[in-house]
């Protein structure tokens, strides 16, 4: 744990007590608020919550998404691997009525390839999100959110366990500032980052990025619906397109050439037992083809690909021996992402789905999928997923080749 998360911690203790005691000493007067004198202590402010995610999985196949496959596998396409995919550990503080910080430390492995992106690198322990939250919607419907979190575009995705098209082309954690607002299900917000640098200025720090999303959403277990769009300045900055090594790109090295703007359309939906979810996200023009490149005959020429994602799914929740369980199918795809990202250690010269030892630069162009999950206690769910991967055909770079791959997820989480 580094010096910053030491810091950050003392800070939010120190004002948490500070503030508590302030409370106990004018516990009698009008000007303290009920829901302050209510938590005496300091430990009254403070929630923890965790998740740990034990992930196993095999493929006939490799597909061409982020991940490092063993170093032992050679230039064998088959792998299978047991990992921590994920776990994290989040605190939360509660100030007073408007003020309430957020620390979030996580811890990912590099293997197993193509679960989730390696966030922090690969066998790291890192600071996943820490921010301050300024609202009370007793008060006022609007908020202001600063610090290091996920961009409200593309968000996360929990459809399928293999890391999804669209999260892969949208995910994106940047230091922010988001104001919005949200009130009776109606949701919006603006906010603005930094991002990476074009090639002309690298010793610049302008926060010239920004984004917008849109959303109205009913909570409700017998209709619910989320419905929702987003527009983003620049998507070069995504955690998996700022990877990309092909042809030998300087996105990798957090320069690039022009911004690329991209939207993000989404409705999530629940009616009884059924649920369903549509997701697009596309870029609005091409990137540079010394960015993200793209061919139609086999590498003879590039252009700048101009990459889109999507993702449908639907499920039915159902009991089996008093377990709560859900059945899901799905659909990904996406488009001109041959050579989008790269798995750690791929070929920096590569154009697209390049095996070895460590694989692989691109997305899948297809992918069908069934899961099944099951609650076996409060906080512990089992998963199981199958899904057979479509690559790139040889003409756009890829290798034409398909992937089976099967997947077992223990998840704990605390709360």
Same mark, same amino acid.
């Given at each position: ?51 740990? !995610? ?5 493929? !006939? ?8 496959? %063993? ?29 309430? %910080? ?14 989730? $992106? ?18 009370? %919607? ?40 988001? /104001? ?15 991002? /990476? ?69 989404? /409705? ?8 369903? $979810? ?48 859900? &059945?899901? /199918? ?28 460590? &694989? ?5 162009? $297809? ?13 512990? !769910? ?12 040889? $003409? ?20």
């Amino acid at each position: 744990m580094n010096k910053f998360t030491l810091t950050f911690l003392s800070l939010t203790l120190m004002s948490a007590i500070n503030i508590t005691a302030r409370a106990d000493a004018a516990q009698n007067h009008s000007d303290i608020t009920p829901a302050i004198t209510a938590l005496s202590h300091w430990y009254d402010r403070i929630t923890v919550s965790g998740e740990v !995610d034990v992930t196993g999985f095999a493929s !006939d196949h490799t597909p061409t998404t982020i991940g490092v496959i %063993p170093s032992n596998i050679g230039k064998s396409p088959q792998a299978n691997d047991l990992s921590v995919t994920f776990a994290n550990l989040t605190a939360t503080a509660k100030l007073n009525d408007w003020i309430k %910080p957020l620390l979030a430390i996580s811890y990912q492995q590099t293997a197993p390839s193509f679960i989730r $992106s390696p966030d922090g690198g690969g066998d790291s322990l890192f600071v996943d999100q820490v921010y301050v939250t300024l609202a009370n %919607p007793e008060r006022t419907p609007i908020f202001l959110k600063v610090g290091r979190q996920f961009l409200d575009f593309g968000g996360l995705d929990f459809s399928s366990y293999l890391e999804s098209t669209t999260q892969l082309l949208s995910f994106m954690r940047q230091t922010t500032a988001v /104001l919005g607002v949200d009130w009776k299900g109606f949701t919006g917000s603006l906010y603005v980052f930094r991002g /990476l640098n074009t090639v002309g200025e690298p010793n610049t720090t302008n926060t010239n990025n920004f984004g917008a999303a849109l959303g109205l959403q009913k909570k409700d277990e017998k209709f619910g619906y989320n419905i929702g769009a987003g527009y983003l300045s620049n998507i070069v900055s995504g955690l998996y397109a700022s990877s990309t090594v092909a042809n030998g790109s300087p996105l990798n090295h957090g320069y690039y050439h022009h911004a690329i703007s991209a939207i993000d359309l989404h /409705l999530i939906a629940n009616w009884n037992a059924f649920d369903a $979810s549509v997701k697009y996200i596309a870029a609005l023009k091409p990137f540079s083809v010394l960015d993200v490149p793209f061919t139609t005959n086999g590498g003879a020429t590039f252009s700048g690909a101009k990459p889109a994602a999507w993702g449908l799914n639907a499920g039915i929740k159902f009991s089996v021996m008093n377990y709560k369980t859900r &059945f899901g /199918l799905g659909y990904q795809g996406s488009s001109e992402s041959a050579a989008l990202g790269k798995a750690s250690g791929s070929a920096t010269y590569a154009t697209a789905g390049v095996y070895g030892t460590s &694989f692989a630069i691109g997305m899948p162009r $297809s992918r069908f999928y069934a899961n099944y999950d099951i609650t076996l206690v409060k906080w512990a !769910d089992l998963g199981f997923e199958l899904a057979h991967d479509q690559g790139y055909s040889v $003409s756009n770079g890829g290798t034409g080749k398909g992937a089976i791959t099967g997947v077992v997820a223990l998840m704990t989480h605390m709360s």
